[in-house]
């Protein structure tokens, strides 16, 4: 059982309702693989720990930013792709944004509970700082309000904001948060599983698979 949230394009319901993702993807290929029946449960990000720990999901596979803090609670997969915050504003906005400092200056800063955009702007003296459920979430508001802010996934802003999306009216920014690397969680007993999907991930990295889901969901 893969635990998620909805979050293109890593997790997320297509125009018809399909479910699908570069993750999504990759788990049912890695399911072929080891010869198992992937099923998806939605979760709460900030509880994820929990989620795995009372075997309500067996694997956190969701764009999960490995960190020292999670590797305690989970045993990790090999990293398998890279990511970084970005600032997410209305596009007439994006020139206040240039430094991470600049983040402080804007009325209200969004992100998702548990997230690495919630820990990346914790770093920054002088942030009112708002949580939400999921970093989807976070564009509504931001559309709404050119006072407000979001600091999100770069793998998620690349396709949810600018031209031809539903927030084509947003933009993001890179003020340059630190690089971050994604990793698959699994319970800290389930050393035996990560070697298997670790070992997985690599033969479809081998095979092509892995570059063809890329190109389909990042271009």
Same mark, same amino acid.
Request: aromatic fraction near 14%; charged fraction near 30%; charge should be negative.
């Given at each position: 059982v893969v635990g998620y949230t909805i979050y293109p394009?890593?997790?997320? %319901?297509?125009?018809?309702? +399909? $479910?699908? @993702? %570069?993750?999504? &993807? #990759? +788990? #049912? &290929?890695? @399911? =072929?693989?080891?010869? =198992?029946?992937? !099923? $998806? =449960? !939605?979760i709460n990000w900030d509880n994820k720990v929990f989620a795995l720990d009372s075997k309500e999901i067996d694997m956190v596979w969701n764009g999960m930013t490995i960190t020292d803090e999670l590797k305690t609670a989970m045993t990790i997969s090999d990293a398998y792709m890279e990511n970084k915050q970005v600032v997410v504003c209305q596009a007439g906005e994006a020139s206040k944004y240039v430094t991470a400092a600049d983040v402080a200056n804007a009325a209200e800063v969004l992100a998702e509970a548990g997230s690495a955009g919630e820990a990346a702007v914790k770093e920054i003296e002088g942030v009112k700082l708002s949580t939400v459920g999921a970093q989807k979430d976070t564009l509504l508001e931001v559309k709404t309000s050119a006072s407000k802010i979001a600091v999100i996934d770069l793998t998620m802003a690349q396709v949810v904001t600018g031209e031809g999306t539903s927030y084509s009216d947003l933009t993001y920014v890179d003020v340059g948060f630190e690089l971050e690397q994604f990793g698959i969680g699994f319970r800290k007993a389930d050393t035996e599983l990560c070697k298997k999907v670790n070992e997985a991930i690599a033969s479809l990295k081998a095979s092509g698979k892995f570059a063809e889901l890329q190109q389909k969901y990042f271009g």
């Open positions: 394009p890593m997790n997320y %319901f297509d125009d018809d309702n +399909a $479910f699908v @993702g %570069f993750d999504t &993807e #990759l +788990a #049912l &290929e890695v @399911g =072929k693989i080891l010869g =198992k029946t992937i !099923e $998806f =449960k !939605e």
